[in-house]
C-alpha cells in the first residue's frame, strides 16, 4: 500500500470547499508524513491520517446578545472537537471577526499535533465566535461570553473538552464565560484554562507562550553553539504571546527592536527594555491602545507600511497571526542575517517562506513546537486543579521548560537529516506518532 500526497489533497479539498487555512495546514503535514508513511505501513492500512482531518464533532451554534442601546446583536459560536485519543479535547477559544470553520479546523488540527507533543494527555479542539471586542464596554463583553457560554456548556467538561484563552480572549473574557458555567452546571471545575490565580488559576500561564517559543529557540540556538544573548530580535505582534516572547528573550541578553498591531510596526533600534515593555502591556492591556502611542512616547520609528521583517535582526518571532511572514519577508530575513525563526502565533509563516527557511538552513520552529508553551501550562493548570493544589511560579517555569525541551528532543529524533534538523518535519512525525498509535490501538471509532 502506498500513501499518495496528491490524490489525498484531492480528496481534502473536495471534502472542505474554500477552507484554505485547513488545506495548508493538512498539506504540510502530509508531505512531512509521506515518506514516514511508506516505511510504517500500518499507518496506510488504518488510515489513520485519512481519520485524524476528520474532527470528530463539529459544534455551530448562533449567540444572540443585547448591546448596550438595547439592541439584539447576532454572531455564530463554534467549536471543532478534532481528535481525544490521548485525552479529553483541549485548545482555546478566539473571537474576531476572521472567525470562520475553515480557520477553526486549521487550528484545531494544528492543536492535535501541539498537544501531542507536549508529552502531556491531551486532545486537539478550537472554537471562538465572529465577535469583535474591539470598541465593546465591559457590559457588552460580558453579555456575549454569557450567551456564547449558555450554548456551548453543553459540549464541554472536565474529562470531556476544556477550552483556553485565544486572540481576544483573555483573562477577562474567560472570567464571565466560567461564571456562566459554573452557574449552569453548580459545580467548580477545572473545565476552562486561563483562571485568575484566586479561583484556580496557574502562575506563568500569562507568560507561557511567549516563554515557550524562546525556550524553544534557546534549545535550537544551542545545536549551533548559539544563544540569545546580545542577539538583536524581531517580534510582530503586540499582544500576550509577543509581550512574554519579548521579555524573555530580554532577560536572556537580547535586545528586541520591533513590535507591531494592526496599524503598523514600531521599530525602536535602541531595544524594547522592561520598563518599555510595562508601558507595552499597559497601553495594550489596560487602555486598549495603539502602538503608535509607544512611538510617540519614546520617539521612535512607526510604520503603517513595513513589517517587522524589513528590519536587520539574528532572531525573528513571529507572534500575530497566520500567514503574516510571506516569501519576500522570508527572504530579507535571511539577507539580512537572521538564522533563528520560532513561529510564536499558529502557522505565521506561508509555505513559501517556510520553504525559504529550510531552503537556507535557518534554524525554523513551526507553531504546532515553538507555540505550545500556552497549552502546555493549560494542562498544568488543569492538573492543579485536578488535585487541588498550585504550584509556586518557579515550579511551572521549570516545568514549561522542561515540556519545551521534550518537544525539541522529539522535534531532533525525527527531524534530524545529516547534520540539519527539519524542525517541520520532525513536529509533524512526532506530534503524529502517539496519536497515531493510540488511535490504532483504539480501533475504529
Not at 62 to 75: A, H, L, S
Not at 146 to 162: C, K, T, Y
Not at 215 to 241: H, P, R
Not at 324 to 342: F, H, Q, R
Request: overall charge positive; aromatic content about 8%; hydrophobic content about 35%.
Amino acid at each position: 500500500m502506498s500513501f499518495d500526497v496528491k490524490s489525498f489533497m484531492q480528496t481534502v479539498e473536495a471534502k472542505n470547499p474554500g477552507e484554505k487555512e485547513f488545506h495548508q495546514a493538512v498539506t504540510e503535514v502530509a508531505h512531512s508524513l509521506a515518506p514516514f508513511l511508506e516505511k510504517n505501513q500500518k499507518y496506510v492500512k488504518h488510515k489513520v491520517l485519512e481519520r485524524i482531518v476528520e474532527p470528530e464533532r463539529v459544534i455551530i451554534f448562533r449567540v444572540p446578545w443585547v448591546d448596550d442601546k438595547g439592541e439584539i446583536q447576532v454572531n455564530r459560536g463554534f467549536r471543532v472537537q478534532m481528535n481525544s485519543a490521548i485525552g479529553p479535547y483541549k485548545g482555546g477559544l478566539r473571537f474576531d471577526p476572521s472567525v470562520y470553520l475553515g480557520l477553526l479546523k486549521f487550528l484545531a488540527f494544528e492543536q492535535v499535533f501541539k498537544n501531542s507533543l507536549t508529552t502531556l494527555p491531551m486532545g486537539g479542539a478550537k472554537g471562538g465566535s465572529d465577535f469583535d471586542p474591539a470598541g465593546k464596554s465591559d457590559n457588552e463583553v460580558m453579555a456575549f461570553c454569557q450567551a456564547f457560554m449558555s450554548e456551548l456548556f453543553r459540549h464541554i467538561g472536565p474529562n470531556i473538552d476544556v477550552p483556553a484563552g485565544d486572540i481576544n480572549v483573555g483573562g477577562r473574557e474567560i472570567g464571565y464565560m466560567y461564571g456562566m458555567y459554573r452557574k449552569l452546571t453548580k459545580e467548580f471545575t477545572g473545565v476552562l484554562t486561563g483562571k485568575g490565580l484566586n479561583w484556580g488559576g496557574s502562575l506563568i500561564r500569562p507568560e507561557a507562550t511567549g516563554y515557550g517559543c524562546v525556550y524553544l529557540c534557546v534549545e535550537m540556538m544551542k545545536t549551533k553553539g548559539q544563544s540569545f544573548d546580545g542577539k538583536t530580535v524581531a517580534i510582530s505582534g503586540s499582544g500576550n504571546v509577543a509581550q512574554y516572547a519579548c521579555e524573555k528573550a530580554t532577560q536572556l541578553g537580547a535586545k528586541v527592536v520591533t513590535l507591531s498591531d494592526r496599524g503598523g510596526t514600531i521599530y525602536d533600534p535602541s531595544g524594547i527594555t522592561a520598563e518599555k515593555l510595562a508601558y507595552v502591556i499597559n497601553l495594550k492591556g489596560v487602555k486598549r491602545g495603539k502602538l503608535t502611542d509607544y512611538a510617540k512616547e519614546y520617539k521612535c520609528e512607526h510604520s503603517a507600511d513595513k513589517r517587522p521583517w524589513a528590519y536587520k535582526c539574528d532572531v525573528a518571532l513571529p507572534c500575530a497571526k497566520q500567514n503574516e511572514l510571506d516569501g519576500k519577508d522570508a527572504e530579507a530575513l535571511v539577507k539580512n542575517g537572521c538564522t533563528c525563526v520560532g513561529e510564536g502565533a499558529n502557522m505565521p509563516c506561508t509555505p513559501e517562506a517556510v520553504e525559504k527557511f529550510l531552503a537556507a538552513k535557518t534554524l525554523f520552529a513551526p507553531g504546532k513546537a515553538a507555540n505550545a508553551g500556552g497549552v502546555a501550562v493549560s494542562g498544568l493548570e488543569m492538573s492543579q486543579n485536578s488535585i487541588r493544589t498550585s504550584w509556586t511560579r518557579n515550579e511551572v517555569d521549570k516545568k514549561l521548560e522542561g515540556i519545551m525541551k521534550a518537544i525539541h528532543e522529539k522535534c531532533v529524533e525525527y527531524g534530524k537529516k545529516g547534520d540539519f534538523i527539519n524542525y517541520v518535519d520532525g513536529a509533524n512525525i512526532g506530534g503524529f506518532v502517539k496519536v497515531a498509535d493510540a488511535m490504532i490501538d483504539q480501533g475504529v471509532v
